[in-house]
């Protein structure tokens, strides 16, 4: 999944500005100081004071303060090249009726592509669509290389979703080498659920 430039094209910018934005840039990095890359989010009636307080919709300050929890997809992200082979994985993690199984993963020169499958007991519909929704992170624990990992989407059915993330560099073709390191998340907040699993 490729995230399209964000980078406007404009040739007019009112140089009357450039102060004030230097100063929301540093107030920016002062705030990812003091939350050490945790940066929660306001209340409901904080945006709407500010809202009232500065003369701002609720519905931009909600995207902009939003935004500031998902700063990471703005990195650059590697676009696997040059296929290699499949690695057969075959592990699993099962909790109540819930069965998590990463069956493969697909190795590039460049980086690794994981696959998570989860596949649910729901007989209701109902039951489904109450749910809450939620997201994967994946981190690889073991070896000494440090690996970037992207969830490159991820959708699914009323009883199985599959996720699908980007890790570079390349992980080793051994996987008793490494492990697998699954935590999920609700949405939109980021707040753990409390599910965290090893494969």
């Not at 059915?157 to 699954?182: C, G, Q, R, Y």
Request: one cysteine or more; proline letters at 5%.
């Amino acid at each position: 999944m490729m995230r399209m430039s964000n980078q406007r094209e404009s040739t007019y910018y009112d140089q009357r500005m450039e102060a004030i934005d230097d100063e929301i840039c540093r107030l920016i990095q002062q705030r990812k100081e003091i939350s050490n890359n945790n940066p929660g989010f306001p209340t409901k009636q904080l945006i709407a004071d500010w809202s009232k307080k500065y003369h701002l919709l609720e519905e931009f300050l909600n995207v902009v303060f939003t935004d500031f929890q998902h700063e990471d997809i703005y990195r650059p992200m590697v676009e696997p090249k040059g296929f290699i082979q499949n690695i057969p994985i075959l592990k699993s993690f099962e909790r109540e009726d819930e069965f998590y199984t990463v069956t493969f993963i697909r190795q590039f020169k460049n980086a690794s592509v994981v696959h998570l499958n989860v596949d649910k007991n729901i007989t209701n519909e109902m039951d489904w669509h109450k749910e809450e929704h939620t997201y994967f992170e994946l981190a690889v624990e073991g070896g000494e290389t440090q690996h970037d990992c992207r969830q490159n989407g991820g959708g699914g059915t009323m009883n199985h979703e599959a996720f699908s993330f980007i890790v570079s560099p390349a992980l080793p073709d051994d996987p008793s080498k490494f492990k697998l390191v699954f935590t999920e998340y609700k949405i939109p907040f980021n707040q753990p659920t409390g599910l965290e699993f090893r494969i």
